[in-house]
């Protein structure tokens, strides 16, 4: 449809804004049909997956599920305690493994004082979609990403929304038999500009990440993370170098809450954020809002402050609506309401790019330019609807603005 058709809707019919908003509803229902994968398909799909035998081609071979699938791969950032046990380096929670043992993240294992990864070549989900839903708003707006996750995670949240894939074994879960090289190949065939790292937590997958990164790096693609950000200081700095942006889940300013409801702590994520930030990654922060849990107002201010004077004022700041799930499916949404008192206070903070995100058509979710305040990037929901930014400058009075435009 023409842009002067979808004008002519305005009728009655179908608007523009609604026209792009249908866009975004199907983008949505193909990310839960990818999710649903980690069920156990029909036996009609599994016919039709028997029918399509070419494994070369890496878009065929993606579409082949096998439950349970993994490809243990020796790990890094283990380090021997003993003859018997070995500790893993690679997240704050340093766990100590005998033989034989798994650790709480699902995926890494002793095999017989080695250590391993579950979580490699073994993508319980592999989609593209719009890089808005990782949710990256200053990387290339109106893109597409080739999304990867797998099995396990090492914080074990109450609101996950992918906890049938993330706070899973990587045993229980359908998998994609997808190696670096293989994701490369998918990539090259598709219509993305960047790998992204997202939906579960990349931290669990680093080896594979890391690989596929390297990959993805020298064949010019953007390398884009979405993590909790609960990792140990030296993998966060060696990753650095491969990642061109990293949305990381600030899920609370409160350490209490971390410990109850997302199961780690708060200052390893403040300090993985100093270091992407000194490594010069592009950084956006989500920080999701759920009812009576983590909406106390002064708290806000607090970490709003906090990312101004640490981080600077120009990382984006997206406030996430709660919606009930998982074990927090008795908790109400949050109302919009709460949702524009914390961005006010961010604004208030002297952050330049709150915005508020999953609440249809708000103003909020749009991008307004610093320096003379025109609206630069017009959004409904996922979908990029105008643009006013030139070469990272605001096309109307020339400021900068932060993030990769190109
Ligand atoms: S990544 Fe897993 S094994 Fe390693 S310290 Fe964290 S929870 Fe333990």
Same mark, same amino acid.
């Given at each position: 449809m023409s842009e002067q058709e979808a004008h002519q809707t305005n009728e009655g019919k179908l608007t523009r804004r609604k026209l792009l908003q249908g866009g975004g509803a199907g983008l949505c229902l193909l990310f839960l049909s990818n999710l649903l994968g980690c069920s156990p398909p029909t036996e009609t799909e599994e016919t039709d997956k028997q029918e399509r035998p070419d494994l070369d081609d890496p878009r065929e071979s993606i579409l082949q599920q096998k439950k349970g699938f993994t490809n243990?791969?020796?790990?890094?950032?283990?380090?021997?305690?003993? !003859?018997?046990?070995?500790?893993?380096?690679?997240?704050? @929670?340093?766990?100590?493994?005998?033989? &034989?043992?798994?650790?709480?993240?699902?995926?890494?294992?002793?095999?017989? &004082?080695? &250590?391993?990864?579950?979580?490699?070549?073994?993508?319980?989900?592999? !989609?593209?979609?719009?890089?808005?839903? @990782?949710?990256?708003?200053?990387?290339?707006?109106g893109s597409r990403a080739l999304s990867i996750s797998t099995a396990g995670c090492n914080l074990d949240c109450k609101f996950c929304e992918v906890w049938d894939m993330a706070l899973e074994y990587p045993e229980n879960v359908y998998a994609h038999d997808v190696p670096p090289e293989k994701v490369i190949q998918h990539a090259e065939e598709s219509n993305v500009q960047s790998v992204s790292y997202a939906f579960g937590e990349p931290v669990i997958f680093y080896e594979y990440m890391w690989d596929i990164a390297k990959l993805a790096k020298d064949a010019g693609f953007l390398n884009v993370a979405h993590t909790a950000g609960y990792i140990r200081p030296e993998p966060v700095r060696e990753l650095a170098p491969l990642l061109d942006a990293a949305n990381v889940d600030l899920k609370s300013f409160d350490d209490e809450f971390y410990r109850q409801v997302v199961g780690g702590e708060l200052s390893p994520i403040l300090d993985s954020l100093k270091i992407l930030r000194d490594e010069g990654v592009h950084i956006e922060i989500t920080n999701i809002l759920i009812p009576d849990l983590n909406d106390n107002m002064d708290m806000i201010e607090q970490m709003c402050q906090w990312i101004a004077d640490e981080l600077g004022a120009d990382i984006p700041l997206h406030f996430a609506r709660f919606y009930p799930l998982y074990k927090l499916s008795e908790l109400p949404r949050t109302p919009v309401s709460t949702m524009e008192e914390a961005r006010d206070i961010a604004l208030k903070a002297g952050l330049k790019f709150p915005y508020i995100a999953r609440v249809s058509e708000h103003e909020g979710e749009n991008t307004f330019c610093p320096g003379c305040g025109e609206k630069i990037i017009d959004r409904v929901g996922f979908v990029i609807d105008e643009m006013h930014i030139d070469n990272g400058r605001c096309a109307f009075c020339d400021a900068e603005i932060p993030g990769k435009w190109s």
């Open positions: 243990p791969t020796a790990a890094r950032w283990f380090s021997e305690v003993d !003859q018997d046990m070995i500790v893993c380096q690679l997240c704050p @929670k340093q766990c100590e493994l005998e033989d &034989g043992e798994r650790a709480p993240c699902r995926v890494r294992e002793n095999r017989e &004082g080695v &250590g391993y990864t579950l979580a490699y070549g073994n993508p319980a989900l592999i !989609q593209e979609d719009p890089i808005e839903r @990782k949710p990256f708003f200053h990387v290339l707006p």
